[in-house]
């Protein structure tokens, strides 16, 4: 097991080559991620509808 003050020390060498996105970096990926959900949301729905009216459908063929 490592030195504790060894193993801050390391952690600290660590965090200091981690790169932050910039503010604006960060702005464009959440608005592209919001963007993709906005998408994926009106696909699955449109999916959902068309098959809920195919199985209304077959459903009502049956009587």
Do not use: C, Y
């Not at 003050?5 to 965090?15: G, K, M, N």
């Amino acid at each position: 097991m490592a030195n504790p003050l060894q193993f801050l020390s390391q952690v600290r060498a660590e965090a200091a080559k981690v790169t932050w996105p910039s503010r604006r970096e960060t702005l464009v990926t959440t608005g592209l991620v919001l963007l993709m959900v906005v998408v994926a949301s009106i696909f699955f729905v449109s999916v959902d509808q068309l098959l809920r009216l195919i199985v209304t459908f077959l459903l009502s063929l049956a009587h």
